[in-house]
């Protein structure tokens, strides 16, 4: 597998980068961004389109809603980029945050465009039932948030609920989830140790054992669908590395995501150092931009929130 330093590393965002306006820029100026949003629209029998660029922003929130707009978005500002020359059909390697790793996957061959839609579509759905079904949320605390501290503070404040690291986002943010008043004690406690704690606004306790009802659900729906050997690197969320090429590790690291932590800051910690190139960050939003600030500066990201 190619990864040269004159070759590009696609990143692709994941929840959290949705915002209204999304993908419109890329919708009006390209006829390769336009096609992949009428494709989306006939797959799921809605005008996705529609809601992107004019919401209402409490429909395209939902996360059953902002992970087919996402993925979808994300697709379209690609196929835009590869048509007007400003990066290869294939990249070298790819990388996603949450969602956004099935993007990654699709970009490198595991799946077709309409797969990868229905897939996070029920993917999101199945979150969102099972965060009605199990109500949790989410804190993010920032400071020196080495793992062991973090994995120290859920322990002393978990109680008899869930509480547990979600995602790695960079060497000075981790986000903890779980069950609502164990995230409340970890938001108190969180000073005492050197962290500032903020809650967050979100569906529910994702990356974390109450979101197993939809990694099951997920499970069975990646069994049906049309899997290839991608053809280039996947970074995977769970391990930091590359997904091993079978389809059959591929699901199960996809199934784990789900009840386990992102691990971001590590993935492109492994990236930076092993795979050299030029490094795009796919819209929408500037999120991973940002990230990669903290991570290595040393690594620009060129952003395509925007055509320009």
Request: glycine residues 8%.
């Amino acid at each position: 597998m190619p990864h040269e330093s004159t070759k590009q590393i696609v990143l692709c965002p994941g929840q959290g980068a949705q915002a209204i306006g999304m993908g419109q820029a890329w919708h009006e100026a390209s006829d390769a961004a336009r096609e992949v949003f009428n494709e989306a629209n006939d797959a799921l029998g809605l005008d996705l389109a529609a809601l992107c660029f004019n919401g209402p922003a409490d429909k395209l929130n939902r996360t059953d809603v902002a992970q087919a707009a996402i993925y979808t978005v994300s697709v379209a500002c690609h196929r835009a980029l590869v048509a007007d020359g400003k990066l290869p059909a294939l990249p070298a390697a790819t990388a996603g945050l949450s969602l956004g790793e099935f993007t990654a996957l699709h970009l490198a061959g595991a799946f077709g465009f309409a797969d990868g839609l229905k897939l996070v579509r029920l993917r999101g759905q199945a979150m969102q039932d099972a965060a009605e079904a199990n109500p949790g949320t989410m804190v993010a605390l920032t400071g020196e948030v080495t793992e062991d501290a973090v994995v120290a503070l859920c322990d002393r404040s978990r109680g008899d609920g869930v509480l547990v690291p979600a995602n790695f986002n960079n060497p000075m943010q981790v986000v903890v989830s779980g069950s609502a008043n164990a995230c409340a004690r970890a938001a108190d406690a969180a000073g005492d140790v050197g962290f500032k704690a903020i809650p967050l606004t979100v569906a529910g306790a994702f990356h974390s054992p109450l979101m197993q009802p939809a990694a099951d659900r997920l499970a069975q729906a990646l069994e049906a669908v049309d899997w290839k050997r991608p053809v280039v690197p996947v970074i995977a969320n769970v391990t930091a590395r590359p997904h091993d090429d079978e389809p059959v590790s591929i699901r199960q690291r996809l199934v784990e995501q789900l009840t386990h932590p992102v691990r971001w800051t590590q993935s492109m910690q492994w990236a930076t150092q092993n795979l050299p190139g030029r490094y795009a960050e796919l819209a929408p939003g500037k999120v991973l931009s940002g990230l990669m600030r903290r991570i290595d500066r040393g690594t620009k990201v060129k952003n395509f929130a925007q055509p320009g």
